[in-house]
């Protein structure tokens, strides 16, 4: 239970790490986008170019993104799969009522790299930012919805508490579950139904534990006169650095390089 | 031959990543039946992963326990019939408490046992007893007793299952003064009229002192000592050493001791000391 890895944020000292959380949103937001514009082989491989030059700069082994590409394969295969068979056009290919054809496979190729990219690109921002970082960004990207009376600060701070207290739940999960085993509770054997009447037993004092918890923070909270986001200051202030400016210069240029593929190699391919 | 028997014991957490930690380190040692034995050690010092490993919640990276002469691990699929005849009782275990009434949280224990309906109810109310929880108690949800009321019902649920070993991780922890020394009887005596195995695993030197009869001390992953309690607690120089302290009153005699006084070294109780001292002064003709 324990060696779940929630939030997934892995420390490291590269430049991606050090960037502003705030430009890194952004840019993921640009580049997602990006990726679903790109229209021709030459610019889809350029945003895999661009992708696999940030997974490299990020410092983060390999391994962990392979794990969270393990994930999604089942899915990028159905999609391809899919793509594939029900191309429209000439078929280079039939068998029955399986026919494969250009516009099939091209389909599916970039549905397939596609996926691939995006799940590297949001991996790279929640491997190198860590939760805190990345909700204090959020909170700064969404300021300006106060104008519509949204609770950004309010938002922000639920986000905050709920990662913080995965951790523990699971902690307390664990602990819980270990108890009940102590008493001879069977949690491995037996049918799906009894299977999920074993899980009252955990579930029970879990959510018991979890109201405690929340009870109790809320009071704390208020001890120290919490009051909501109005008037706050922060103890670490967002600042943009020299870096961030280049990297934003960068996430421009990917943009305008997409934009000069689709529109001057419209027929490469 | 003992009872249980611990050889080599040793456990890794996380073993082959980097947040590898070893919680026990080669330990052995032996529990008779009817052994009162109080396990002792700084926090982290192993404690809980120890106890964990004797009810099969945590199977050894290394070494063996047997129970009666078999390996508890022998059969994996059977580790269930080990926790029922080592039971368990966990730290805080009021957050484990989850059945409409107390009297079926009880029963939680004994029913995956598959005893009969009669023989759970027998169980359920000679468990109450034994922890001091009324018969009118039983009919309530759990969540509505007292603190001290909740941790008597969980330890209850555990002693329903009338196990041969009975582990209690800090049963007394945040119990007010009265609530521990009640606890600490009703343990006690449990323990005497069925003259079943305990093991308590406490920070508080005095109620080892008070009830067991021989105490572990646990250092740094490794059992640093295993005997009598009056000879583990004579020895307040090596324990300190640990982090640890004797009871009060065996350091106050070890002082007078010290002092010059013909007392005897590793006395527990107040009782005892009254009398030694009480001994002495009406040798001394001063009484």
Not at chain 1, 64 to 79: A, H, N, Q, R
Not at chain 1, 194 to 208: D, E, M
Request: charged share 20%.
């Amino acid at each position: 239970m324990r060696d779940i890895t929630l939030g997934q944020y892995f420390p490291a000292d590269s430049v991606i790490h050090r960037l502003d959380p705030r430009v890194k949103i952004l840019s993921l937001i640009a580049y997602i986008v990006l990726i679903f514009c790109t229209f021709n082989f030459i610019s889809l491989a350029f945003m895999a170019a661009v992708v696999l030059l940030i997974v490299l700069l990020s410092k983060v082994p390999l391994k962990m993104y392979l794990k969270s590409l393990k994930v999604i394969i089942v899915i990028v295969v159905i999609t391809s799969m899919l793509n594939l068979l029900y191309g429209s056009g000439e078929p280079i290919f039939q068998w029955g009522f399986i026919k494969v054809t250009w516009e099939g496979i091209k389909n599916a190729i970039f549905v397939c790299v596609r996926i691939i990219c995006l799940i590297l690109f949001s991996s790279v921002l929640t491997f190198t930012t860590s939760p805190t970082d990345l909700t204090d960004a959020l909170e700064r990207l969404m300021k300006p919805l106060t104008i519509f009376h949204v609770k950004v600060h309010e938002i922000a701070m639920m986000m905050t508490i709920a990662l913080r207290f995965v951790p523990t739940l699971l902690e307390e999960t664990d602990k819980i579950m270990a108890a009940q085993k102590a008493r001879g509770a069977d949690m491995e054997s037996g049918s799906l139904i009894t299977r999920i009447k074993a899980l009252v037993p955990i579930l029970v004092p879990l959510f018991v534990s979890a109201f405690r918890r929340a009870y109790e923070l809320a009071v704390a909270m208020e001890c120290r006169c919490y009051r909501g986001g109005e008037g706050r200051t922060r103890m670490k202030q967002l600042h943009l650095a020299g870096r961030d400016y280049i990297s934003m210069i960068f996430t421009l240029l990917v943009i305008v390089g997409v934009i000069l593929m689709n529109t001057f190699l419209k027929f490469a391919v | 031959m003992s009872l249980l028997s611990v050889k080599d014991v040793s456990f890794v957490y996380s073993q082959k990543t980097p947040f590898e930690h070893t919680a026990v380190e080669n330990v052995s040692f032996d529990v008779d039946q009817g052994d009162f034995i109080g396990i002792i050690g700084h926090t982290g010092s192993g404690k809980s992963t120890l106890v964990q490993m004797l009810n099969g919640l945590l199977k050894p990276t290394s070494g063996s326990i047997t129970l009666d002469g078999i390996d508890i691990w022998d059969k994996p699929k059977e580790i269930r019939k080990i926790r029922f005849r080592v039971g368990l009782v966990f730290q805080y275990p009021e957050y484990q408490l989850f059945e409409e009434t107390v009297e079926k949280d009880i029963s939680f224990g004994p029913m995956n046992m598959g005893l009969s309906e009669e023989e759970i109810k027998d169980r359920v109310h000679s468990a109450a007893q034994f922890v001091g929880l009324d018969t009118e108690l039983l009919q309530k949800s759990p969540f509505d007793l007292s603190g001290g009321e909740k941790r008597r019902a969980a330890i209850a649920g555990v002693i329903a299952m009338d196990p041969d070993i009975l582990i209690l991780d800090e049963p007394c922890a945040g119990l007010d003064p009265l609530g521990r020394d009640v606890l600490l009887a009703q343990i006690y005596r449990y323990h005497k009229q069925r003259g079943n195995t305990v093991l308590f695993v406490s920070h508080s030197m005095e109620d080892v002192a008070a009830v067991c009869d021989k105490a572990l001390v646990m250092n740094r992953s490794r059992l640093e000592m295993y005997d009598a309690c009056d000879r583990v607690f004579s020895q307040g120089d090596r324990l300190s050493a640990m982090g640890l302290r004797v009871p009060q009153i065996t350091a106050i005699v070890d002082d007078l001791i010290a002092a010059g006084f013909p007392l005897h070294q590793g006395t527990l109780t107040v009782e005892n000391a009254v009398h030694d001292i009480t001994e002495y002064m009406k040798k001394e003709g001063r009484l």
